[in-house]
């Protein structure tokens, strides 16, 4: 059973767009919840991460908007570049399971010239 | 962060075989990983391995098909025993440190049966 679900499957966004990606849990004891990024061929990178006592945590072009009362979580990506065409997936943990990733089905994301 | 070195990182293999895969880290970790993600797939955790006790396997994985050893703190072994084409996946490292939330990934290991 797939703890984590993540949309779109893919998605398409041209240069200087908005990159928005979406999560959504039902294990309310996760605590944990890192984005990450993979190119073919490479591990997955992790790009950002947020505890669910934020709503919103930014690093760079990089935005995650957290809502505990709906168990979602977004990935905003502005400004994206074509170098940020990759595979994003969520991810969620807890402390009880030593903080091991269940993993969202992954987004792949093109971004056009 | 953490630098994480697992080899083989590909192998084609004979099915009945087993393969053995390293797993390398440039510190002292904890938690060590292992996930599986099969071609075009999400990951999957296969079993987590502490060091000095046995590896906790994740349900449809089982210790007869996956040995783990764990012999220090940088080092882990995942064997993929007897295997069959439904093996053939990238089979992927992981270590947790910053209080055991933030978890790095090896490069991965992408294996074939034939």
């Known amino acids: 059973q797939q703890q984590v679900k993540q949309s779109p499957q893919s998605l398409i966004v041209q240069k200087g767009g908005i990159s928005i990606i979406n999560c959504a849990y039902e294990?309310?004891?996760?605590?944990?919840f890192p984005w990450y990024q993979q190119f073919p061929g490479k591990g997955p990178a992790l790009l950002i991460a947020?505890?669910?006592?934020?709503s919103e945590k930014k690093e760079g072009r990089f935005t995650i908007s957290f809502n505990k009362s709906a168990k979602q979580f977004s990935l905003h990506i502005m400004d994206s570049q074509p170098g940020d065409s990759a595979t994003y997936f969520c991810?969620?943990?807890?402390?009880?399971?030593?903080?091991?990733?269940?993993f969202g089905k992954g987004t792949s994301l093109l971004v056009t010239p | 962060s953490a630098v994480i070195s697992q080899k083989p990182s590909r192998d084609i293999c004979q099915r009945g075989t087993s393969l053995t895969i390293q797993c390398q880290v440039d510190?002292?970790?904890?938690?060590m990983f292992w996930y599986r993600q099969q071609p075009g797939q999400s990951l999957t955790l296969i079993a987590t391995a502490n060091q000095g006790s046995e590896a906790t396997y994740e349900s449809g994985f089982v210790i007869d098909k996956f040995p783990i050893s764990r012999p220090n703190l940088t080092f882990s072994t995942l064997t993929v025993s007897n295997m069959s084409p439904e093996d053939s996946s990238i089979y992927l490292c992981?270590?947790?440190?910053?209080?055991?939330?933030?978890?790095?990934f090896g490069q991965g290991t992408r294996l074939t049966v034939v």
């Open positions: 992981s270590v947790a440190i910053g209080g055991n939330t933030e978890a790095f």
């Open positions: 947020i505890r669910p006592d934020v």
């Open positions: 510190s002292q970790v904890t938690m």
């Open positions: 991810a969620a943990s807890n402390r009880p399971s030593g903080y091991a990733l269940n």
């Open positions: 294990n309310t004891a996760f605590d944990y």
